[in-house]
Nanobody
Framework: QVHLVESGGGLVQTGGSLRLSCAASGRTFSNYAVAWFRQVPGKEREFVAAIAWRGSSTDYADSVKGRFTISRDNIKNTAYLQMNSLKPEDTAVYYC?????????????????WGQGTQVTVSS
């Protein structure tokens, strides 16, 4: 079992920055891939970014490339999503997830554990 807790969400103006954190507890965090997804009411959960178990590879949705950066600290059992140049369309609940197989994927079905989410609101 892996327990994930997201933090760092909030209200920010267009062009601003936020850093989300995902703290993990339970099984060995360093063995898992980590991803961030986001969801707005009435829409499906959308892939944002993923990082492999050693941090050797990352993947991003086209909509966030060049603006968001995913990283991880396996000593602290924490993953991060640095979000810069935020836009109103980035407004969503952001979820952290882990995949036991260790590789990156943009499919939500690949991920085994999920956090409760943190709200990000970007005002225009």
């Amino acid at each position: 079992q892996v327990h994930l807790v997201e933090s760092g969400g909030g209200l920010v103006q267009t062009g601003g920055s936020l850093r989300l954190s995902c703290a993990a507890s339970g099984r060995t965090f360093s063995n898992y891939a980590v991803a961030w997804f986001r969801q707005v009411p009435g829409k499906e959960r959308e892939f944002v970014a993923a990082i492999a178990w050693r941090g050797s590879s990352t993947d991003y949705a086209d909509s966030v490339k060049g603006r968001f950066t995913i990283s991880r600290d396996n000593i602290k059992n924490t993953a991060y999503l640095q979000m810069n140049s935020l836009k109103p369309e980035d407004t969503a609940v952001y979820y952290c997830s882990v995949a036991l197989w260790g590789g990156t994927s943009s499919s939500a079905n690949t991920y085994d554990y999920w956090g409760q989410g943190t709200q990000v609101t970007v005002s225009s």
